[in-house]
């Protein structure tokens, strides 16, 4: 599991420093040239290299762009662990931190890593965005954490197709498939597009509950 609180990514003496990527001089504009590295290069010890870098020359202390960009490559390059490393120890966060970092928790199944980052969200002013609620609510369908979920999906204020699809999906992986019915009735009753991740669900909730006219 990992823990949010005890990571330690300020320590960066366990970060390589000579791998053959080219870096900027520290004096010069470099949080914008880290952030040109970081999206040109996909190799997590490249990351590494540009993480510590950043690290030591204290880069970006207060501008998340360059922490959202490294934690979305972390995320998306099979190292969601180094992701959530980073987050703890952020200055500031802006309304980009929380989608990734809570994508990078439905990676690992980390439910308390992620209920930690949903009490930060409340804290903040961000508690209404609906990017960082469905990827909220994505993480706790996918931990089965249904209540949480469900709660999550009640306060979204304005309802996507990834807020409906998402809460169907949950309800229906998580073997409750009358109540994902519930939500698709919902959903078509608020006149929301129906995309094919929830039709999926529909029709494998139809399956599990023989309700083939439904379906």
Known sequence: MVCIRSSNPGNHSNLPSSLPLPLPNPHQN???HCISLIKQHTSTKHLH????YALRHSLGLYQPHLW????RAYTSNGA???ALCIYPHMPAKDKFTFPITFKACSLLSAFHEG?????HLLKLSFASDVYSLNALLYLYCKCGRLEEA???FDRIPERSVASWSAMIAGYDHNGEANKALEVF???RVADALVDDMALVSVVSA???CGCLKFG
Do not use: D, K, S
């Open 115 to 119: 209920a930690c980052i949903h009490a």
């Open 206 to 208: 139809c399956t599990e």
């Open 150 to 152: 469900r709660r999550v």
């Open 80 to 82: 969601p662990h180094h």
């Open 68 to 71: 959202n960009t490294l934690i």
């Open 49 to 52: 290299q540009i993480h510590a």
């Open 30 to 32: 470099t949080t914008q």
């Open 185 to 187: 009735v919902q959903m």
